[in-house]
């Protein structure tokens, strides 16, 4: 599908997990559909674990299952089973006034998996060239993107021009066609670093992850299913770590070598896991909040990081993102296969009107998160961990926090709840 002209029902400018993810559902329900990144697909496909892995929620899982990417996924990932969340401080034992999560309290499936980003890009690799309808231009850009009522012009850097109903910007926090379009985006700067990497452990993880709230920062150990050929015979266990620290204290940190790294971490995850040692690459990213003051224009959908930025403290980014893709396939493929027109402002407002209040509670949640946690004031230390210990006493408000973390908030349906949409 390379010709010169190509007349699709949506162009979606990002092949990052949010736009490939969107443009596989569109493609698996029959749309005629375009996808641009400015990079080349096959080198985002590493050979070896980097370190990265993402937190993926059950809801996200059937999304990716309905959008036929799941099953390409190279090895089984990690099921998540169960959730430890304490307060603490470094070199000091959790909390033991603490939250305790077990998935199978709430049904037989995981709050979710953990799925290497590596291996994401492998199934999402496999997926999108392999669907008849749908035309990959990687490495492309969007040297001309006109949007006019009557409908959208992409013009590539490559030659190709691509005309479509709808528009979807999926390029990420930077999102140039956000910017082009005159949208606000709000951010709130965190001053904190977040460091995302792994480590191989002596004792088992037992499928369960915690999350230790810190003074500067919350820590997260996730489960990984292994550690792959950086395994030994003392240290035959992975888990992942998302770690948000202060700025200063975090570039220090990532300066370490190796030994008094792995000290660091043990110093924060406790003594359950026995000796850590870390392996792959480290990686870091300033974090901060954004918020967009609307998430369409003209023949334009926002979708993924270039909408919206939430603190890591829950792993919550790229789920919301999926939940972004949920929402607009499905009222995309309704007007498409209703004989509407899919980049329609009505279609475009019903789809802002389903994610703002969503990504708004997120955003809010997730910082008010951080702000209760993240001090070290005497009074509210004893205040939160008096919460936590009266969440675990109460089974009905524990269950509704464990149904969010699945990603299965009040309201669920369509994708998000396991029912395909259209054809595979
Ligand atoms: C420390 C940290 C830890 C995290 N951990 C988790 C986690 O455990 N679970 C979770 O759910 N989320 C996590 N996230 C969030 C997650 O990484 C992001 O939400 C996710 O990557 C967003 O995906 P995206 O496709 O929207 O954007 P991106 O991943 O940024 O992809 C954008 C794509 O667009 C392409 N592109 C950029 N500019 C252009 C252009 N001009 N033209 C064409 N293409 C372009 C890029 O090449 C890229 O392929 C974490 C984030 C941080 C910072």
Same mark, same amino acid.
């Given at each position: 599908m390379q010709d010169h002209r190509l007349d699709?029902?949506?162009?979606?400018?990002?092949?990052?997990?949010?736009?490939?993810?969107?443009?596989?559902?569109?493609?698996?329900?029959?749309?005629?559909?375009?996808?641009?990144?400015?990079?080349?697909?096959?080198?985002?496909?590493?050979?070896?674990?980097?370190?990265?892995?993402?937190?993926?929620?059950?809801?996200?899982?059937?999304?990716?299952?309905?959008?036929?990417?799941?099953?390409?996924?190279?090895?089984?990932?990690?099921?998540?089973?169960?959730?430890?969340?304490?307060?603490?401080?470094?070199?000091?034992?959790?909390?033991?006034?603490?939250?305790?999560?077990?998935?199978?309290?709430?049904?037989?499936?995981?709050?979710?998996?953990?799925?290497e980003a590596r291996a994401l890009r492998v199934a999402l690799n496999a997926r999108l060239p392999a669907m008849p309808n749908l035309a990959v231009f990687a490495p492309a850009q969007a040297a001309a993107v006109e949007r006019h009522e009557e409908g959208a012009t992409v013009t590539l850097s490559t030659g190709p021009v691509i005309t479509a109903r709808l528009v979807v910007a999926a390029e990420g926090r930077n999102s140039p066609l956000r910017r082009g379009a005159g949208i606000r985006a709000a951010t709130l700067d965190y001053h904190q670093i977040g460091m995302v990497g792994a480590f191989a452990h002596e004792q088992p993880h037992g499928n369960g992850a915690l999350e230790q709230f810190l003074p500067n920062g919350p820590f997260a150990q996730l489960p990984l299913a292994g550690p792959g050929h950086f395994g030994t015979a003392a240290f035959p266990h992975a888990s992942a770590f998302v770690w948000a620290d202060r700025t200063a204290i975090a570039q220090r940190m990532l300066a370490l070598p190796d030994g008094a790294f792995g000290r660091e971490l043990r110093r924060r995850l406790g003594d359950r896991l026995g000796a850590v040692r870390p392996i792959g690459r480290r990686w870091s990213y300033? #974090?901060?909040?954004?918020?967009?003051? +609307?998430?369409? !224009? $003209?023949? @334009?959908? &926002?979708? %993924?990081?270039? /909408?919206?930025?939430?603190?890591?403290?829950?792993?919550?980014?790229?789920?919301?993102?999926?939940?972004?893709?949920?929402?607009?396939?499905?009222?995309?493929?309704?007007?498409?296969?209703?004989?509407?027109?899919?980049?329609?402002?009505?279609? #475009?407002?019903?789809?802002?009107?389903? +994610?703002?209040? !969503? $990504?708004? @509670?997120? &955003?809010? %949640?997730?910082? /008010?998160?951080?702000?209760?946690?993240?001090?070290?004031?005497?009074?509210?230390?004893?205040?939160?961990?008096?919460?936590?210990?009266?969440?675990?006493?109460?089974?009905?408000?524990?269950?509704?926090?464990a149904r969010q973390a699945m990603g299965l908030g009040p309201g669920v349906t369509g994708l998000l709840a396991g029912q395909p949409l259209g054809r595979s």
């Open positions: 699709v029902a949506a162009c979606i400018i990002g092949a990052g997990p949010v736009g490939a993810t969107l443009a596989a559902t569109l493609a698996a329900a029959g749309l005629p559909v375009a996808v641009v990144d400015s990079a080349p697909l096959p080198p985002m496909e590493l050979q070896d674990f980097d370190g990265r892995a993402y937190a993926i929620a059950l809801a996200s899982q059937r999304l990716l299952a309905a959008a036929g990417i799941w099953a390409h996924l190279p090895g089984a990932p990690c099921p998540i089973e169960a959730i430890h969340v304490a307060d603490g401080r470094p070199g000091a034992p959790p909390s033991r006034l603490s939250l305790h999560w077990r998935a199978d309290a709430v049904g037989p499936e995981p709050f979710g998996w953990m799925v300033p #974090l901060s909040a954004m918020h967009v003051s +609307r998430w369409w !224009d $003209t023949r @334009l959908a &926002l979708v %993924g990081d270039a /909408a919206h930025g939430v603190h890591p403290i829950a792993g919550q980014g790229l789920n919301l993102g999926f939940r972004d893709v949920a929402a607009l396939a499905e009222e995309v493929i309704a007007a498409w296969n209703g004989g509407g027109d899919p980049g329609d402002a009505a279609v #475009l407002r019903r789809y802002q009107a389903r +994610r703002r209040p !969503d $990504t708004l @509670l997120m &955003l809010t %949640g997730m910082h /008010a998160l951080e702000r209760l946690f993240g001090n070290d004031i005497a009074p509210v230390r004893v205040a939160r961990r008096l919460g936590i210990a009266a969440v675990d006493r109460i089974p009905s408000l524990k269950r509704a926090f």
